[in-house]
């Protein structure tokens, strides 16, 4: 039997969702949508030729028990109030990071699910599973490198509009790195700092960029993060990890390399859709299997959207202060101690 999907906010990855569960994953079919911007829910309706029912907000799609899934890609702020009406339904969730903007909020849906008794959250932490990460996991986890470290990463997207400001360099851009960098060394974070360099002449005046950000973690491993928003020439993810007995790099995305005019060149992408389009198929296919086979969701938790939380909430005090800020997570509920499994 096909999942019944419900998606809220049919922007940017709301369509790309969209169009993977109609045309290129199998089990899913979307049946609801809706946005505050009612044109945008109907432009999408036409654009994938769906048969769903357009509601005005997220209170009515929830309410349609023709939906057994709401897919949370509205913007940041609103994810908490759709996820928690959701869940409180009894509904699978599967929602776009952050899971919340605030580590109290996370948590509030957090206490949400334990009371439904059973998981029905999955967060869109994507890079979990890409085919680089895992394999650069598999090398760390396999004792290739020795004990890590230290850990360089650096995310670059080629610009950014007037709405974005300095604070959603963590909320919305650092959080990839938050969730997938404690995952890869298997390890608690345990304080942040940040520095400003020199702004570029592209940031606008309420982002500051880029930013650095150096991470601690519980064993000791620093963690540099590079955050550059504006740096115009593409959309760039990196990521090595320096280990006693060496080094680890995350694949680079694959590009023709052509030697032209005394050139030797390859491409490079310039949007996040193109860099994660696999994993994102991946995910999802997964989310719908492990509903069908074990009746919840298998990817991250709703925990692993806390923990994001937590450490973002310290990032932007970070950034506030200058100062190494300190970043204290609750125990670990035993509801969520079985460990997330992705498969690729
Ligand atoms: P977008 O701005 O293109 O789309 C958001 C849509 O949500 C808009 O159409 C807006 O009208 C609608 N919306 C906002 N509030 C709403 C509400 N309360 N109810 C219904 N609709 C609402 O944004 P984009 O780029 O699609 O991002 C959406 C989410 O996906 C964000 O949380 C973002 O962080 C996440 N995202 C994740 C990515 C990933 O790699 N996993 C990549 C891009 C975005
Ligand atoms: P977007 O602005 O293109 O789309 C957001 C849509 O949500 C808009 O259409 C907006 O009208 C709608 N919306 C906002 N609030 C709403 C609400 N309360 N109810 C219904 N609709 C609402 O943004 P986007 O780029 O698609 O990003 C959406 C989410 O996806 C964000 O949370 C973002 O962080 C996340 N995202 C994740 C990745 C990733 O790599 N995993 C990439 C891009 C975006
Ligand atoms: C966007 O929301 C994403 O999630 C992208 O992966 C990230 O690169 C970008 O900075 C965010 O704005």
Request: a negative charge.
């Amino acid at each position: 039997m096909s999942l019944r999907f419900g998606v809220v906010g049919t922007g940017a990855i709301g369509r790309e969702h969209i169009d993977r569960i109609t045309n290129k994953l199998s089990g899913g079919k979307v049946v609801a949508v809706t946005d505050v911007n009612q044109d945008s829910a109907l432009q999408t309706v036409e654009q994938y030729n769906l048969d769903a029912v357009i509601y005005p907000d997220d209170v009515a799609l929830i309410a349609d028990n023709n939906v057994d899934v709401v897919v949370v890609t509205s913007w940041g702020p609103a994810h908490e109030a759709t996820v928690l009406a959701a869940v409180e339904a009894g509904k699978y969730v599967f929602c776009e990071k952050p899971l919340a903007t605030t580590a109290d909020g996370c948590m509030r849906i957090v206490e949400a699910e334990m009371k439904q008794g059973k998981k029905l959250v999955q967060v869109g932490f994507m890079r979990r599973y890409d085919s680089g990460y895992v394999q650069l996991k598999e090398a760390i986890d396999q004792g290739e490198i020795g004990q890590p470290l230290m850990v360089r990463a650096v995310h670059r997207n080629p610009e950014v509009g007037e709405n974005y400001v300095t604070e959603m360099a963590v909320v919305d851009t650092l959080i990839h790195e938050i969730d997938a960098l404690h995952w890869l060394v298997n390890d608690d974070y345990k304080s942040v700092q940040v520095v400003f360099p020199r702004k570029t002449k592209y940031a606008h005046d309420k982002v500051q960029d880029p930013q650095l950000f150096m991470i601690e973690t519980n064993s000791g491993i620093v963690m540099n993060v590079e955050v550059f928003v504006n740096c115009k020439y593409g959309y760039d993810i990196q990521c090595e990890v320096i280990g006693e007995d060496g080094v680890a790099y995350l694949p680079e995305f694959p590009s023709v390399v052509t030697r032209k005019n005394g050139k030797l060149s390859s491409g490079i992408l310039q949007d996040w859709k193109y860099r994660f389009m696999d994993a994102y198929d991946v995910e999802i296919q997964d989310f719908i299997d492990s509903i069908g086979k074990k009746g919840e969701p298998q990817g991250p938790t709703s925990w692993d959207g806390y923990i994001a939380a937590v450490t973002a909430d310290a990032c932007v005090k970070a950034q506030k202060t200058g100062e190494k800020e300190a970043i204290r997570l609750q125990e670990k509920p035993v509801f969520y101690s079985k460990d997330t499994v992705c498969e690729t």
